[in-house]
């Protein structure tokens, strides 16, 4: 296909094009200027999910007078069983577009939703987190969800501080659990296979298939310095471990997994006490606990920590006929098919998740 999908005869208009390797660096630059909060915009991410699953990538770069002015990374996932989706990003908890105001934003969503049609898309998906930018245009074509949320605490200067906003009750309880006296060990590369074998466990537990090693592997391989591993020894026992990621100022945990023998001494509770620790310790100015749905117990745990809760909006573009994914626990079909995958013997879910998954992004 052509890779421009507006006209940039004009100068002065905005036109966006289908971003080459060569501009990477520019799309970059333009990220980091916009805010280093966006990590996931940038091209390294691209490179992982296209290293690991295969997925083609259409990254929109939005340009006037010949200068990026917005961007919108987008992955094309082939499914037989979910249909043909355009999403940004998928296997993570952000994405979207940004943009330096509601015009350019409003040229980028019709672009996408062009480059739907044109692949056969049945809808287009933006993990935005935030409400898109105000005025944008054709905002009503593209409905929005909320069925997740994420944490975050805003750090203060010190932990005696922050341990000052726990309630007594909590504070009291924390104190009790640091008698088991954990070890904790931080690490990189080395310390994935020891995650992924508790990840593993855990999220066949939860009736998920999980993600191939290589995921893990291409993102640290890539960003050793901005990714780390914490796991939480007993003894010589791992039970727990979290997969963290900074994000300029925000240490945010996509992913932390625990044993279920671990929950009788509170294993999971250490492992968040000891990264909001590290995450002052290091000048943080935020940590994100992740995704959760409202009402689920990795909800309500995360709530004893005094988080800020906020919703993170998901937008669609819906090709006639279409409808909004319905990936909330409650659907049946879900339902039936989490319930099922909790039964699975481990080595096989552990088998057969990392093929599958590669279509439930």
């Known amino acids: ?69 917005g961007v919108l990374p987008l992955f094309l996932i082939r499914s037989r069983l979910f249909g043909h989706a355009l999403i940004s990003l998928p296997f993570f908890s952000y994405g979207g577009l940004l943009a330096d105001n509601a015009d350019i934003a409003g040229e980028l969503l019709g672009a996408a939703s062009i480059l739907s049609l044109e692949l056969g898309a049945r809808y287009v998906e933006l993990r935005q987190g935030e409400a898109l930018p105000t005025g944008t245009e054709d905002t009503k074509a593209w409905p929005r969800t909320a069925c997740k949320v994420t944490m975050e605490i805003q750090l203060p200067p010190s932990t005696d501080e922050y341990l000052a906003r726990l309630s007594p009750s909590r504070r009291k309880r924390l104190r009790y659990v640091l008698r088991n006296r954990f070890h904790s060990q931080w690490g990189g590369l080395e310390a994935l ?58 240490l945010e945990m996509p992913w932390a997994a625990s044993l279920p023998e671990s929950h009788r001494k509170e294993a999971p509770t250490v492992l968040y006490w000891t990264i909001i620790q590290r995450a002052i310790e290091e000048g943080f100015q935020k940590v994100d606990f992740g995704r959760c749905t409202p009402g689920s117990g990795n909800y309500h745990f995360k709530r004893h920590w005094r988080p800020v809760e906020r919703p993170l909006y998901w937008y669609y573009w819906l090709r006639s006929g279409a409808s909004v994914p319905d990936r909330h626990p409650d659907n049946p079909a879900l339902s039936l098919a989490i319930s099922l995958w909790k039964r699975l013997p481990l080595a096989f879910a552990n088998r057969i998740g990392p093929r599958l998954v590669r279509s439930l992004p």
Request: net charge neutral; proline share 5%.
């Open 193 to 250: 296979n020891v995650f992924y074998r508790i990840f593993a466990i855990n999220m066949r537990n939860l009736g998920t298939p999980v993600y191939p090693l290589k995921f893990f592997a291409e993102q640290l391989s890539r960003m050793p310095e901005r990714i780390r591993i914490l796991t939480l020894y007993d003894g010589a026992t791992p039970l727990a471990a979290a997969f963290l990621t900074a994000h300029g100022d925000t």
């Open 1 to 69: 296909m052509d890779a421009a999908l507006s006209d940039g005869g004009d100068a002065s208009r905005i036109y966006v094009m289908i971003a080459r390797p060569k501009e990477a660096d520019e799309c970059d630059g333009y990220v980091k200027a916009i805010s280093a909060r966006h990590g996931y915009h940038q091209w390294v991410w691209r490179e992982v999910v296209e290293a690991t699953f295969q997925h083609q990538p259409y990254y929109l770069a939005a340009r006037q007078s010949g200068v990026i002015r």
